[in-house]
Nanobody
Framework: QVQLVESGGGLVQAGGSLRLSCAASGSIRSIDRMAWYRQAPGKQRELVASISSGGSTNSADSVKGRFTISRDNAKNTMYLQLNSLKPEDTAVYFC?????????WGKGTLVTVSS
């Protein structure tokens, strides 16, 4: 089992920045890829960015150049740096992890961007 806890969400003005963190615990050695998803009100959950255990990343076109995903394996923590935030980035951001034992979700952290 893997437990994921997000933190770092909040209210920020358009153009501002936030850094989200996702702390993993449990069977962390089995974790391969980790990712950030988001779900805006009334919309489906969408993939924002993902990162492998080796550090290779990919991200959605809508956030390229603004959001950066990173991972500190020694601290069992994944990060998402959000820069140049826009009102349309408002959503609950979820951490996810895939491992040999399954796919796991955190409970999410709310990011609200005011115009």
């Amino acid at each position: 089992q893997v437990q994921l806890v997000e933190s770092g969400g909040g209210l920020v003005q358009a153009g501002g920045s936030l850094r989200l963190s996702c702390a993993a615990s449990g069977s962390i050695r089995s974790i391969d890829r980790m990712a950030w998803y988001r779900q805006a009100p009334g919309k489906q959950r969408e993939l924002v960015a993902s990162i492998s255990s080796g550090g290779s990343t990919n991200s959605a076109d809508s956030v390229k150049g603004r959001f950066t995903i990173s991972r500190d394996n020694a601290k069992n923590t994944m990060y998402l740096q959000l820069n140049s935030l826009k009102p349309e980035d408002t959503a609950v951001y979820f951490c996810a992890a895939s491992s040999a034992s399954g796919f796991y979700w955190g409970k999410g952290t709310l990011v609200t961007v005011s115009s």
